[in-house]
């Protein structure tokens, strides 16, 4: 598993190089079906300004019962309204992340090719609390280990036992 780090107070950044060439990775981002597979389902990315939506729905990544924290998430679906920032294919996403005015942050991908793999760097940045930046590391580093496994064409069914992992290790790391 490889973690990120806190990079200021509001700021989260996690890379990782994954084994894949540059146009599949960013398919898996701005495609809804493939997106589904190890993160959300929803609106397919088009272009810069789009208004979208995710369908979270974590029964279509892992069959494994989440942990008691994250209990409302067996149960069905949510819907999160977002705004595309920036729709550079296939080397830049940016987007907004969250609902409404208030508790908005900004999730920045940026791809490198690197051979026949791609470096990913995810920078999300503007968030409210130490504690919710701790929540989207663990989230995050958790949904990216569910893309390598995808990715490499394996069947990810490790996703919450991922996310605890992640979680613990975040908050021994990140003070708060």
């Known amino acids: 598993m490889q973690l990120g780090q806190a990079i ?4 989260f950044r996690l890379e990782r190089t994954l084994k894949a060439p540059i146009e599949r990775v960013w398919s898996y981002f701005v495609d809804a079906d493939k997106r ?52 550079e294919p296939p080397r830049l996403l940016a987007i907004t992340w969250g609902d409404g005015d208030e ?10 090719p690197v051979g026949e793999e791609t470096l990913l ?16 590391a663990g989230g995050w580093t958790a949904h990216f280990e569910t893309l390598a496994h995808v990715l490499a ?15 613990e290790l975040y ?4 003070p708060g």
Do not use: Y
């Open 8 to 11: 200021t107070s509001d700021t």
């Open 36 to 87: 589904s597979r190890w993160f959300t389902a929803g609106d397919t990315l088009t272009a810069n300004g789009q208004r979208f939506a995710f369908n979270f729905g974590h029964h279509r990544i892992t069959n494994e019962n989440p942990p008691a924290r994250w209990a409302q998430m067996e149960c069905g679906e949510f819907t999160m309204q977002s705004r595309v920032l920036a729709f």
């Open 103 to 112: 508790h908005v942050s900004e999730v920045r991908f940026e791809f490198t």
């Open 121 to 136: 760097v995810l920078t999300h940045s503007k968030i409210d609390t130490i504690g919710s930046l701790r929540d989207f």
């Open 153 to 167: 064409d394996g069947k990810a069914n490790r996703f919450w036992a991922d996310v605890v992992k992640a979680h």
């Open 171 to 174: 908050e021994q790391s990140i």
